[in-house]
């Protein structure tokens, strides 16, 4: 298989909120999230962790399932607080290709169609 290019995020419907697995959060994540959206961290506790894994990991997004801080925009409600396992994701250099593949078909194939469709 090629080596995958990069994208860009900006050009993206966010599949990697809707489509990559877990996210898991760390007392500072939580700290921060909580901060940013004016809750104490029991609050936040209570509304947004989702699981807690044998190994104690708290998640916020459950594998493969949307979000529930993705926006109606397909933008992240929580960007600026985001937690540290999203700020170091980049879909080209994970080890499923599901969501890369998905991002890299909107972002070329359809844009080079788009581009055909208007030079006829
Ligand atoms: S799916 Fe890939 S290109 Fe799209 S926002 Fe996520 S990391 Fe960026
Ligand atoms: S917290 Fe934001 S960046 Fe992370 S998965 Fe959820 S919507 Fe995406």
């Known amino acids: 298989m090629k080596d995958p290019i990069k994208l860009s995020c900006l050009k993206c419907p966010s599949f990697c ?65 985001r937690p540290k396992d999203c700020r170091g994701y980049l879909c080209w250099e994970a080890e499923d290709r599901t969501v890369y593949d998905n991002a890299r078909f909107i972002q070329h194939t359809v844009a080079r169609q788009v581009r055909d469709d208007r030079a006829e």
């Open 17 to 81: 909120c809707k489509m990559a697995g877990y996210v898991q959060v760390t007392p500072t994540d939580i700290r921060r999230l909580a901060r940013h959206l004016g809750l104490t961290v029991a609050q936040f506790e209570e509304r947004h962790i989702l699981k807690v894994t044998r190994k104690g990991e708290k998640l916020i997004k459950p594998g493969f399932e949307t979000c529930q801080f993705l926006g109606e925009n397909r933008r992240c409600t929580v960007y600026e607080a």
